[in-house]
C-alpha cells in the first residue's frame, strides 16, 4: 500500500501517458511566510495590541487567499468532492476572519470611548458654601420658589392684652 502511494502519478503525469506527448511543467512555487516583525507603536498597550491583532488578521487573510488558489486548483485537476469540500471551508474561514477584522476596529473604538469616558471623571470636587446655598444651587427650581413665596409674607405685628 505504501508502495501505491508512493508511485501514485500526478494529474499531469497520467495526461502525459495517455497521449503519449510530453510537456513542459511549472514548479511547484514554495510559499515562504515572514517572520512577523516588532510592531513599533507609540501608545498605550491597547492600540500596540491592535495593532499586531490587525497586521497578524491581514497576514493569516493573504495566506488563506493564497491557500484557496492552491486547494481550487487541486479540486479542478482532481475533480475531488472532498477537495471541492476542503476548499468551501477555506473560504468560509476567510470570510469569518475578514469579519473579524471589522469587529476588531469596533472593538478598538469602543475602548477608545471607555478611555476617553474615564478620562474625564472629576473625583474629590470641592464645594466652599452653606448647605442651603448647596441646595439651592442642586435644585433650582425649588429656591425659585421659594423666592416667589417669601415675597408674599405679610408682616403683622402681634396685640397684647392688657386684661
Given amino acids: 500500500m505504501v508502495n501505491s502511494i508512493m508511485n501514485k502519478k500526478t494529474v499531469n503525469e497520467k495526461i502525459s501517458d495517455a497521449l503519449d506527448a510530453s510537456f513542459e511543467t511549472k514548479e511547484n512555487k514554495t510559499i515562504q511566510?515572514?517572520?512577523?516583525?516588532?510592531?513599533?507603536?507609540?501608545?498605550?498597550?491597547?492600540?500596540?495590541?491592535?495593532?499586531?491583532?490587525?497586521?497578524?488578521m491581514k497576514e493569516l487573510i493573504s495566506t488563506g487567499e493564497e491557500a484557496i488558489d492552491g486547494i481550487l486548483k487541486?479540486?479542478?485537476?482532481?475533480?475531488?468532492?472532498?477537495?471541492?469540500?476542503?476548499?468551501?471551508?477555506?473560504?468560509?474561514?476567510?470570510?469569518?476572519?475578514?469579519?473579524?477584522?471589522?469587529?476588531?476596529?469596533q472593538q478598538m473604538k469602543n475602548i477608545n470611548k471607555e478611555e476617553t469616558n474615564i478620562n474625564n471623571i472629576t473625583n474629590n470636587a470641592l464645594y466652599i458654601g452653606s448647605t442651603r446655598e448647596l441646595q439651592d444651587l442642586i435644585n433650582q427650581e425649588r429656591s425659585a420658589k421659594k423666592a416667589l413665596t417669601n415675597h408674599d409674607i405679610i408682616d403683622a405685628e402681634v396685640m397684647e392684652d392688657d386684661e
Fill in 74 to 105: 487541486v479540486a479542478i485537476e482532481g475533480d475531488s468532492p472532498r477537495a471541492y469540500e476542503v476548499a468551501a471551508q477555506m473560504i468560509k474561514a476567510v470570510a469569518e476572519t475578514n469579519k473579524d477584522l471589522i469587529d476588531l476596529h
Fill in 33 to 56: 511566510r515572514k517572520k512577523p516583525t516588532e510592531i513599533q507603536v507609540k501608545g498605550t498597550d491597547s492600540e500596540k495590541d491592535y495593532w499586531l491583532v490587525r497586521k497578524n
